[in-house]
């Protein structure tokens, strides 16, 4: 079963150090736009979304440059010579986990080769691994659905 | 890069420029906030007229992995005290910020229209504000961020009562609001938001230091932190009721505390705060924040039904006043009524609809209530029952911790949010670290990271240059009439700590300590 990174709604805080923890060991600086995770939040809820390694992934057949590739362990990788950052991978991803690096190549997660740095560095443990049939455990719909208040 | 440039926008004009001030250089965060006031602002004005400046600096440690460092600080002279305004709010805000590479925000004038400021890297743009009047903070942010398609902007906003001018109205961001009435120095620029969003790396120089006191200050800060719902209910049996005129019983404190954490949501952070420091409650569909400021609505006011209080400081949230004040001006305003004054609210001790529909009523701005405790005990005569510092309302933890009540007395601001150590805080601020996070940083753990990040300052002139701030607040508070009589506590507060003579000679052993003259003024 193919794991991914995913965040335990009930435990993710929504700080976001996640993001630039990513963008310090991938790229060298602290900045959230070159993170391969995101956070967001959805009404209560914050998420923490990363590449799923989708059994048929969207994003590969999309590239029209023909840059992602996906490796036998579910990772999708990218030919930096090839991507030329238009961003159709990052449309057609159905869970927002694909950022474009300001210098125009795909930011795809690639799970730091098993042992994720994100992971390590959540201060409230909420970053898991888990396969695509464990998603509903760890996601509370209810607090995605509470809206503030009016006015 | 716009490397430590102030942006300068003067709402009237329209005009936006940067710039770059030589003096500025040797200040930072904090203190250059204070620095850059006492600068712009020279003689008495009018804090919500058109000569009134805001001023917001970010913190050097913002959009770094520092625990709970992500801060701006907001600065103006307060139109609730008339003297040195200032807050800091942490999160989103305050890490885009560091990403533009802007040191400081100057926002002069008054605008024609209702407005806000959308800053993207170097561009800043004035954008009309006349669908978002009247919004909540909260809406605000949401549809800012709907209109640029960008949710990862850091706004910061007011509600209804900042339009309106309340003297203790709120900016707002990330679950917090700001005190020192700053909220109405916005609204009387008839500027409603600003969004910031900043694309540049963070090289500090020494990022592996960063790194691994990153892991060490969030696990103190992990073990040592207590939420206000936590802390009420450790301080049961100490707290203030009815006005500060007495104590609230221990059973009532767990009655409101017990079932304000049965209606918990969900903890929330602000970016970069490694632990939940901010509870949601729920009740009857309404979703809160729970502060000190709520609960202090309802000890202050005799009223420890927790779906009342949810709803007392969601309205407070939503309107944009500071839930401290408010508690503080509906306890003034029912002490008043027990004594028999015609004030025009049938408010009283313990009555929650009443106390609701006050608080929907002082936010439009009208009432001599909206001008703050000090304004309203003037007009009535009841200077004794008015819980304020320099005017700001009272927070109930001066109640009870000597410390924080001292610390607001010989405050420039009329508040105190800082630990033990008044030093120690000082030092948090000018850094804008979060003051919660006060047990988990020591100075050098501060001076540690400053040079990690790369300023070319030792722990020695850093703390020069924190005392040198703290001259340069008391300095612009002369200016604006400060007295030595000003650097005092209600006699609620004060029969609680000191014998009188015992504060007065306190007050001047810390006047001498900073190097002040006998009358408090600068030598």
Redesign the interface.
Known sequence: MVKFIFSDTDRCIGCGLCEIICSWHKEGVFNPLKSRIRTVRLGFADIAAACRMCEEPPCVPQCPSRALTQREDGVIEVDEEKCDGCGWCAEVCPYGAINIHPKKTALICDMCGGDPECVKACPTDALIMVSQEEVPKYLRKDLMEIELGEI | MRDGMTLMVDLRSGSIHTKKDEGEREYLGGGLGAYMLNKHIRGDVDAIGPENVLIITSGPFA???I?AASGIGIFSKSPLTGYFGEDYLFG?FG?QMS?TGYASIVIRGVSERPVYLYIDDGVCTIKRADELL???P??TE?KIKEAMND??LGVISIG?AGENKVRYATIYGDFQYSGSGLGAVMGSKRLKAIAIKG??????KD?ATI?EM??ML?KKM?ESFVDDLDWAYDARGKLPANNFKGVSSDSNVKKLIGGLKERE????????????CKT?CQSDG??SPITIGGISIGLLNGIYDPDTVIKAE?LCH??GMDPRSVAVVAAFANELKERGDEIGFEVGFGKKEELLKFIEEISKGKSIFSEGVKAAAKKFGAENSAMHSKGAELSIDTFTDENIAFGTAISHSGSYHGGKDYDTSNLLSVMMVYPKAYNAYSKEDLYRLYAAVGRETDGGRLGEMKDKINDIKREFNIRQGWRMDDDTLPQRIMENFFEEDVFLQKRLDYYRSMGWAEEGSKR
């Open positions: 959009g770094l992995p625990p989103a890490n990403r009247g919004l909540s909260w809406k949401e949710q990862s209804q694309s540049n790396d963070i090289r500090p990022p790194l990153y892991k969030s992990e949501l969900k903890k929330v952070s602000f970016q970069h705060c490694p632990v939940a949601l309404i979703v969601y939503t309107l």
